[in-house]
């Protein structure tokens, strides 16, 4: 299980490929981001993208499935301070493959709870022709393994 001492500066991890579908990107759309250029490809094709694209929020989901799935989900992760950037930096369409990775920026001791750490991380993915399409940065609490200040246990 990974801990917070495993998250040093520079630290990289491929979060793997997830293939999005026109099933995929209107689904979405229809519960949570219903505009017209991401549930109707006749209507997209008359939008500022020309065709149909997932919405923004429909990647994320996706690209935090990948972080959760390839790191988190074995890990001491105890939460998150939210995000502190979102950017949606190209259209992902029908057919794409988002390619996730993420970047450890930084890792300190928690200021106040000495059995936690803080770590920065730079959340991005590329489509298959690695096209930069999305970018996070978040931070997220770990537990670590030795407290600040004390021994195990």
């Not at 001492?5 to 209107?26: C, N, V, Y």
């Not at 750490?117 to 930069?132: K, M």
Request: charged letters at 25%; one cysteine or more.
């Amino acid at each position: 299980m990974l801990s917070f001492e495993d998250f040093h500066p520079d630290r990289r991890d491929e979060l793997g490929s997830t293939e999005l579908t026109e099933e995929d990107i209107i689904g979405y759309a229809r519960q949570f981001d219903p505009m017209p250029f991401h549930l109707d490809p006749v209507a997209a094709a008359d939008s500022p993208f020309g065709g149909l694209v997932a919405s923004g929020w429909h990647t994320g989901a996706v690209v935090m499935r990948q972080f959760v799935t390839a790191l988190l989900a074995d890990s001491a992760c105890r939460g998150s301070y939210g995000m502190e950037e979102v950017r949606f930096l190209a259209p992902v369409r029908p057919g794409d493959e988002l390619r996730g990775r993420v970047t450890v920026v930084a890792a300190e001791p928690h200021p106040k709870r000495p059995a936690l750490g803080v770590v920065h991380f730079l959340v991005e993915a590329a489509n298959q022709s690695d096209v930069p399409v999305y970018r996070m940065r978040t931070r997220l609490l770990f537990a670590r393994r030795v407290p600040a200040g004390g021994g195990r246990g």
